[in-house]
């Protein structure tokens, strides 16, 4: 039987690249951007027989997504798996009192994004849930970002941290631990090839093309892994920096290259 999906950011990177791995499974899509165009043009792309509703919405907008939920579950019923993947990343300076509204602009769409993403349909899939048998999937895509904090990077840091911990909250609070409740999954990318990594003036170590990161997630989130790290290499990376000594990492990378700021103008994952 083929799932239903709802993908938020499903106009670039990441999200049209699980897209793709769903449509292949003959999944039915609600696919979510803030530019409908974009993501109607991309549904053109997939195979035929896909069934793929696309709704304009800004994840930063609860009613928005209210009503772009709302909608999917008219259409296509409640999802079995929804996806919190919208998310941008902007280098921060603390320096400048412009980049206040950057971290602000950061942290409410990649935080209160998630959250805004999946309140519409907490409550339907719970009320589908059965002894043994979850009502439904809630992915968080997180990043090695949120491990540690980085330099220059303080705003995207603390954006994916926050979602690490919200996702965790949530697979307690709604994990099917001997009653009814949801599968919740985090899937933390390391360097993945998308838009928002094009530009990056650094070395991106053990960079994976998205559409192979897309595949293992998609086998991740069947699996119902709690958490992972995309590709396994940054996962041994995010242990290792996990687990060093405050005074090691600081030293580590005091140094290291910083995203460049790019005032007004985020990069979308």
């Known amino acids: 039987m083929s799932q239903t999906v709802f993908i938020t950011g499903a106009s670039s990177g990441i999200g049209q690249a699980l897209a793709r791995q769903y449509a292949a499974q003959g999944a039915t899509l609600g696919l979510v951007a803030r530019r409908v165009d974009v993501i109607n043009d991309f549904a053109q792309t997939l195979a035929a027989g896909i069934r793929v509703h696309c709704y304009a919405a800004d994840v930063c907008s609860a009613e928005s997504m209210r009503t772009a939920a709302e909608a999917f579950i008219a259409a296509a019923g409640v999802p079995d798996v929804v996806i919190a993947n919208a998310g941008i990343s902007e280098g921060t300076d603390l320096r400048e009192p412009?980049?206040?509204?950057?971290?602000?602009?950061?942290?409410?769409?990649?935080?209160?994004?998630?959250?805004?993403?999946?309140?519409?349909?907490?409550?339907?899939?719970?009320?589908?849930?059965?002894?043994?048998?979850?009502?439904?999937?809630?992915?968080?895509?997180?990043?090695?970002?949120?491990?540690?904090?980085?330099?220059?990077?303080?705003?995207?840091?603390?954006?994916?941290?926050?979602v690490i911990k919200l996702m965790e909250s949530l697979r307690v609070e709604f994990g099917p631990n001997g009653r009814p409740g949801l599968r919740v999954v985090t899937i933390a990318p390391g360097y993945i090839r998308t838009p928002m990594t094009a530009h990056?003036?650094?070395?991106?170590?053990?960079?994976?093309?998205?559409?192979?990161?897309?595949?293992?997630?998609?086998?991740?989130?069947?699996?119902?892994?709690?958490?992972?790290?995309?590709?396994?290499q940054m996962g041994i990376v995010a242990k290792l920096l996990h687990v060093l000594p405050r005074w090691l990492y600081d030293l580590a990378f005091a140094r290291a290259p910083r995203k460049p700021r790019k005032p007004g103008k985020p990069e979308n994952s």
């Open 98 to 162: 412009g980049d206040l509204a950057a971290f602000a602009r950061v942290m409410d769409t990649n935080w209160m994004g998630t959250l805004n993403t999946f309140q519409p349909f907490v409550e339907p899939m719970l009320a589908r849930a059965k002894p043994g048998q979850p009502g439904g999937t809630l992915v968080g895509i997180a990043s090695v970002a949120g491990v540690r904090g980085l330099p220059g990077a303080a705003a995207y840091s603390a954006s994916k941290s926050a």
């Open 200 to 232: 990056n003036p650094y070395p991106m170590p053990f960079l994976m093309p998205v559409d192979v990161f897309a595949q293992k997630a998609v086998e991740a989130i069947h699996r119902g892994v709690r958490f992972t790290v995309l590709p396994w």
